[in-house]
């Protein structure tokens, strides 16, 4: 758990640096039990936050961090499918515009605490093919 711990918050840090290099408008994440949505919030993004989850205790608490959107999402099958709900979510809602950056952060098996590892670029509206994402290698 000690590492784990260590790894989401370097992932935390390498988000923010992220952020501003690319110009993101969002950053999402699928948040278990709101661990990794704390770390993205200590960073003090300034950008939003949106942090999806199946647990609504964990929704609960997030919805106390700084920056951070809680969102009830039920566990999507892999981070492909996480990335194209919440692609469906932040255009739906009209909260960002076809082509806009966002900084996707996951794990696999999704769904599983602390196993957050992947941070990937994504375009709205790109999520038929992977062909504009930019994965991290796996820890």
């Known amino acids: ?56 205790r964990a929704l609960r608490r997030m919805s106390l961090f700084y920056g951070v959107i809680p969102v009830f999402l039920p566990t999507p099958a892999n981070t492909l499918a996480f ?23 996951a794990g696999e098996p999704i769904g599983t605490p602390g196993v957050t590892n992947s941070v990937a670029i994504h ?3 790109g999520v038929c093919g992977l062909g504009d994402a930019v994965q991290a290698p796996r820890a």
């Open 83 to 105: 990335t194209q709900a919440m692609d469906e979510l932040l255009l739906t809602r009209r909260w960002a515009r076809e082509g806009d950056p966002v900084v996707v952060v």
């Open 1 to 56: 758990a000690r590492t784990s711990r260590y790894r989401t918050a370097a992932l935390a840090h390498g988000v923010h640096a992220m952020v501003g290099s690319l110009g993101a408008k969002w950053i999402v994440i699928w948040s278990q039990l709101g661990g990794g949505a704390r770390y993205l919030s200590q960073t003090r993004q300034a950008i939003p936050i949106v942090a999806a989850s199946s647990d609504v």
């Open 123 to 125: 375009y709205l509206g």
